[in-house]
């Protein structure tokens, strides 16, 4: 596993779908060997290149690195989860996003691995957030946490803005939305949110979501712009 992981991992960030998941498959069938764990080197960096596939247009590609990101937090040794943390949390947001895919296989195993990662970092509360299905609220309560993050989770949602799937979109508009709470009084505030009101405004054909948020984001721009002219 060790001689054969800086090879596959390249391969994983190439542009072909197909081969892509041929070596999801590698990796997998490896981790099926008997006694096969996971290194504390390579768990972190195969993990970071999983959470990148998750927003693969192949829906194939994307159930591969699920499973995938599954078989890592299992079979990672005990002297890796710390750093293997660091990943998960970060997969948080996107598995979130995923729970929405109009894809219902990819939308399953995004709400399997949501629950399986809250339970990974040992956060009961979060696992009875999925299973109660109470998404919003876990939402709320992982930015909640870490309010400092805000700006970097909203620019994250942005990116989902340009989904062609609606449900994915709404996702997306409904995090921006609380996630803009939590920015109130950082730096970078009016910036970003000028970013976020753009990105909004391309859309051909706006929900009721998208604007509330984007009435909210006005105000806030407006508010921020009037008090940068005072000083």
């Not at 892509?20 to 981790?31: D, K, Q, R």
């Not at 890796?80 to 996003?97: D, E, H, R, T, Y």
């Not at 062609?164 to 996702?171: C, M, T």
Request: charged share 25%; with cysteine.
């Amino acid at each position: 596993m060790g001689t054969l992981s800086p090879s596959l991992l390249e391969l994983l960030g190439d542009a072909d779908g197909e081969l892509v998941g041929m070596t999801l498959s590698v990796f997998t069938n490896l981790l099926k060997s008997k006694d096969m764990l996971v290194s504390s080197t390579t768990a972190p960096k195969l993990a970071e290149a999983l959470l990148l596939l998750f927003d693969h247009d192949n829906s194939h590609v994307q159930l591969l690195s699920l499973d995938l990101f599954f078989k890592v937090m299992d079979l990672v040794v005990e002297e890796g989860k710390k750093p293997l943390k660091s990943v998960v949390c970060q997969s948080l947001p996107a598995l979130f996003f995923h729970c929405h895919d109009e894809n219902q296989l990819v939308a399953e195993a995004s709400r399997e691995m949501l629950h399986c990662a809250a339970g990974f970092l040992n956060r009961r509360d979060l696992k009875e957030l999925v299973e109660t299905e109470k998404l919003l609220t876990f939402v709320e309560v992982l930015l909640a946490e870490d309010t400092s993050r805000a700006a970097e989770q909203l620019r994250r949602a942005l990116r989902y803005l340009e989904s062609p799937q609606e449900p994915l979109r709404e996702a997306a508009i409904r995090f921006m939305g609380m996630a803009g709470r939590h920015l109130r009084g950082q730096p970078g505030e009016l910036q970003l949110l000028t970013e976020a009101l753009q990105a909004l405004r391309r859309d051909d054909s706006p929900s009721q979501k998208n604007i509330v948020v984007k009435q909210i984001f006005s105000w806030r721009v407006t508010e921020l712009a009037q008090k940068n002219q005072r000083l």
